[in-house]
């Protein structure tokens, strides 16, 4: 026989009991559907399929390695077993004489069954597999953390009520339900909340600490980075988004030992640094944000004039006392992203010791970068980032078409403007061509010729 204290609730459809299980107890006890069920028929395949590589290289590192690990309930149905909720009354006990609601006669009690039930994971299943995986002991796992046997955690129980078809229907749909609802978390939230992921802190410190991006949390938002959504528009103060500057800093980090070290890797991010290794990352990249900015004194001015489609170079729009404005690469996410990879692989190729820079060192590799011309306007990047409408006459817009490829040969047109990539003349040749047929609209060709020569003459 089985013995559960219990509470017993209800919500639409559903009688259900919240019970607590040892660790030990739940392996025990829990099974998945397809060790249940042999039939294997789409009706009866009602088990989401398990992602046996996440369980073990993040769900089980996370159980074995942090202290505060924690998970919400486990959910399972009860197939048999005979079950009985037996109440337990509290009319009896002084202490609860003020309380005089009667509905708690009938929510605490005992939840019993005669030992011949099954249990199966309805939702958690790979929390469950992960808690398996981890006692059980049958692979390269990590040691099973003192104590963790007797740990304890909350389970939801349905118990069937119809006959298994019926029963079934009702568990395929709550099932479906409890995973089409589940929503998780926006990138933003996650920046903001996680305590163990290097980067989000060290993101978050960057705007308590660092004098570019430092807000003082006494207006609603933040003036220089958008804590809500990555992209940015035209006319807004924001010089970047936290999920931009995550990223950027991500790229940032990442030398090629550490690149090597999977430094950054989703796995990497589930284990929080020890506060000395903490401490020594955000002083390095401080220092690589103060050598950007002292590099590329345009990264300063007012993003509200910075980002503006309808201004090309030749017509900039002044009014008195304000930056004229533009429409600069380096105040959207695709030219952050494409500055941070490249200033990484700058420091990559000119820092005389990688592991131990200084500020000047690494200012002295980062000055090329304001060599540029960043003006979306401009060759090469008016017509490969910047397109023109093809309705519209006149309005221009960040490419969304073959997108992903006027960024990579983007990547390498900057390579080679900034003497990282040397290329002969047929490798000029082949990458004038790879630019030249993404373009749009197409330039005519005395255009195309007269552009390509301001990015060679750049070289």
């Known amino acids: 026989m089985n ?25 025990k006890e829990v099974d998945f559907a397809h060790e249940i069920h042999d039939n294997k028929t789409l009706d009866k395949a009602i088990q989401r399929s398990l992602n046996e590589t996440r ?24 197939l048999g077993g005979n079950p009985k909720f037996s109440p337990v009354s509290i009319d009896e006990d002084p202490q609860f004489n003020l309380i005089g609601r009667d509905e708690f006669n009938n929510t605490f009690g005992v939840l019993s069954f005669d030992g011949k039930q099954h249990y199966y994971a309805l939702d958690g299943q790979h929390r469950l597999m992960a808690i398996k995986t981890l006692l059980e002991q049958k692979e390269e796992v990590p040691d099973i953390p003192e104590g963790f046997r007797d740990e304890e955690i909350s389970v939801i129980m349905l118990v069937k009520r119809e006959n298994d078809e019926i029963f079934m229907r009702s568990y395929r749909r709550i099932f479906s339900n409890l995973n089409r609802y589940a929503k998780a978390t926006d990138a933003d939230t996650n920046i903001i909340m996680d305590e163990d992921d290097a980067f989000a802190i060290l993101t978050r410190r960057l705007l308590i600490d660092h004098e570019f991006f430092w807000w003082d949390g006494k207006a609603t938002e933040s003036p220089i ?14 010089f970047t988004s936290l999920q931009t500057l995550y990223n950027m800093n991500i ?17 990497h991010r589930r284990f929080r640094p020890s506060e000395e290794e903490l401490d020594a990352l955000y002083n390095e990249l401080s220092m690589y944000w103060d050598s950007l900015i002292d590099a590329i004194p345009a990264l300063r001015k007012d993003a509200t004039r910075m980002r503006e489609h309808s201004v090309k170079k030749e017509e ?16 959207w996410p695709i030219g952050q992203d494409l500055l941070a990879k490249m200033a990484r692989t700058l420091l990559n190729r000119r820092l005389p010791d990688l592991e131990n820079p200084n500020t000047e060192q690494v200012t002295e590799c980062l000055k090329v970068l304001d060599g540029i011309d960043w003006e979306l306007h401009s060759p090469p990047w008016r017509s490969l980032l910047l397109v023109e409408d093809p309705v519209k006459e006149g309005v221009w817009k960040m490419r969304s078409e073959d997108r992903k490829q006027a960024i990579e040969v983007s990547q390498k047109i900057l390579r080679m403007m900034l ?12 990458l004038k061509t790879e630019w030249h047929a993404l373009l749009l609209p197409r330039p005519d060709p005395k255009q195309v010729e007269e552009w390509w020569d301001t990015v060679s003459n750049s070289i």
């Open 225 to 238: 980075v958008q804590t809500s959504g990555k992209n940015l528009r035209s006319g807004e103060r924001y």
């Open 251 to 267: 790229i940032l980090l990442t030398t090629p030992e550490r690149e090597r070290d999977r430094f950054g890797s989703k796995e």
């Open 316 to 331: 900039e729009s002044f009014e008195k006392d304000k930056e004229p404005l533009t429409d600069h690469l380096l105040f």
């Open 55 to 78: 369980v073990k290289q993040e769900i089980v590192k996370y159980l074995a390695h942090s202290d505060d690990r924690f998970f919400n309930s486990i959910v399972v149905a009860a």
């Open 419 to 430: 003497g990282i990539d040397v290329l002969g003349e047929d490798g000029i040749h082949d």
């Open 3 to 27: 013995i559960y204290p219990t509470m017993r609730a209800r919500m639409g459809s559903w009688d259900y009991y919240i019970v607590k299980m040892r660790m030990e107890d739940l392996v």
